[in-house]
Each structure stands twice: as structure tokens, then as C-alpha cells.
């Protein structure tokens, strides 16, 4: 699945760089992650890597991305057993925006899915024992993917947003919910052509 969603990115790649207007640049992002449980609490995270964005039509634009993500969770106040988690991660997320505006300014709807391979991690658990670290891997599940919407502003280069993104797995065995992330995020995409 991995090898699958690199090649799609890579072939996207190669098809839309013939097409005027292309841009690619740098962008990066500060997170809140977070599971959807009441015995979690948020986390702040990062993200950051490449950019492309390019024209499928005058005003829907193909926006993939390559980025390193710190994401992860601990446990709300009174929970029992305490945890902390955090992975890094690349993420893949394989984006459209429905732009308006011209070269210089321009505001878009982003839609599109997401896909995440973590490759390393932490994690401690309070036990009767005391605090015990435990390889995050026995019991985190690596990968994740799910739909992810946001808006954007493209002004002159810069390029300023907001992203929201809902992991469909579990990401831990048997406990704990589904996963989900809200980023705002800046970059600077250069003109290719």
C-alpha cells in the first residue's frame, strides 16, 4: 500500500508539471493532535517538507505534499494509567483546491485524503510498577489514511492555511479512538513555469 500511494504521488507529479502555472516550494505547520476519546488529551506537534501545486483546470488545482510530522497523544487530567505518546511520521497528503482569484491572490477550498507511515515513536505508561516505556510499535498501529479538508491563501508566493484530517484506523489495539489533527500551516511556493 505504501510502494502504491509513492508511485501515484510520483506519477501525479510527472503528468502535472506539463502544465503552465505550476508552483513548488516548502511549507510547514504547527499541529494539535489528538484521539477522539475522553481519556486522551491534545498535543501539539509539527509538520514540514515539499509542496507542489498545479493546475488541473482554471480553477482546481492538484496539491500534493511531502512532509516529516510529529503527532501523538497523553492522557487527560485524572485518567489512570497516565501516558504519553508521539510518533514522526511521513505523510503524504494527496490534496485538490477549488481556487478564485488571479496569480497574485488567490483563496481555495482544499479536499482530499491523506496517508501516514510512522518510523518512530515514544511512549511511557504509569503501571503498579512505576513509569514503564514500552516500544510505541507493540501496540500502535504504523500506518493511518483518511479524508482531509482545509482553506487556503495563496498571496504573491506565500502561501498561508488551514488543514483538518481524520485518521479512519485505530491507530492504537484495543483501546483508545480514531485519530484526528488541525494544522495551520505556512509556506513559500516558487514559479516554475
Do not use: H
Not at 22 to 27: A, L
Not at 86 to 111: C, H, K, N
Not at 135 to 161: E, L, T
Request: hydrophobic letters at 40%; proline letters at 4%.
Amino acid at each position: 500500500m505504501k510502494k502504491s500511494v509513492l508511485l501515484l504521488f510520483f506519477i501525479l507529479l510527472g503528468y502535472t508539471l506539463s502544465y503552465s502555472q505550476t508552483f513548488i516550494g516548502f511549507r510547514g505547520s504547527g499541529n494539535i493532535t489528538s484521539l477522539s476519546t475522553a481519556d486522551a488529551k491534545s498535543r501539539f506537534g509539527f509538520k514540514a517538507g515539499g509542496m507542489l501545486s498545479t493546475p488541473l483546470s482554471e480553477k482546481l488545482f492538484f496539491q500534493p505534499s511531502l512532509l516529516v510530522s510529529l503527532d501523538g497523544s497523553k492522557s487527560a487530567k485524572k485518567y489512570n494509567p497516565d501516558y504519553s505518546a508521539s510518533t514522526y511520521s511521513l505523510e503524504v497528503p494527496l490534496m485538490l483546491s477549488l481556487r478564485a482569484g488571479d496569480e497574485d491572490v488567490s483563496v481555495g477550498f482544499d479536499f482530499g485524503a491523506f496517508a501516514r507511515y510512522a518510523f518512530a515513536g515514544s511512549y511511557w505508561t504509569d503501571s503498579d510498577e512505576g513509569r514503564i516505556k514500552p516500544d510505541i510499535f507493540d501496540s500502535y498501529k504504523r500506518f493511518n489514511f483518511g479524508p482531509q479538508v482545509g482553506f487556503s491563501v495563496m498571496v504573491n508566493g506565500f502561501y498561508i492555511g488551514s488543514s483538518f484530517q481524520f485518521g479512519v484506523i485505530k491507530p492504537w489495539d484495543g483501546k483508545r479512538g480514531c485519530s484526528y489533527n488541525y494544522g495551520i500551516n505556512i509556506g513559500y511556493l516558487f514559479e516554475l513555469y
